[in-house]
């Protein structure tokens, strides 16, 4: 399969994946620096899929708070998730490169996989894929 940047749908098969990874990583070892880093690859992969979906166009940025506020352009139900993303986005840099203060990393896992979960439940209810009608419809 050939993805499309352009395509909200590839983003979200993307960002699903790497939420089922990050479940299964959490299930294997707990709370880890990878699963920190695969948590906001989704939660990113997400945002950009909403994003694209309003006719937003990419930018190859990592920042979850930058997309958050380009989020809340569109609706205001984004508000909600500001913390999430200031600290999703804080432990992704601080496990990402040597360097960074790894002592909080992930001790707030289950808060913020909570939080991406409700985050992910806005998007969906704010994007729905196209019906097999409407797609109908459009071809023809």
Request: net charge negative; hydrophobic share 35%; glycine share 6%.
């Amino acid at each position: 399969m050939k993805t499309d940047e352009s395509n909200p749908q590839h983003w979200f098969l993307l960002a699903a994946e790497r939420m089922s990874a990050a479940d299964v990583l959490y299930a294997q070892s707990g709370s880890t620096y990878s699963g920190i880093e695969i948590l906001h690859e989704a939660v990113e992969r997400y945002l950009k899929g909403f994003l694209i979906s309003r006719g937003w166009s990419l930018r190859k940025v990592h920042d979850l708070t930058f997309l958050n506020d380009e989020a809340k352009s569109f609706d205001n139900g984004f508000t909600a998730f500001d913390d999430l993303c200031e600290s999703l986005t804080e432990q992704f840099w601080a496990q990402h490169y040597p360097g960074g203060d790894l002592s909080t990393v992930g001790s707030d896992y289950e808060n913020l996989h909570q939080q991406a979960g409700q985050l992910i439940d806005l998007i969906q209810a704010l994007v729905t894929p196209p019906s097999a009608d409407d797609a109908e419809s459009n071809a023809k």
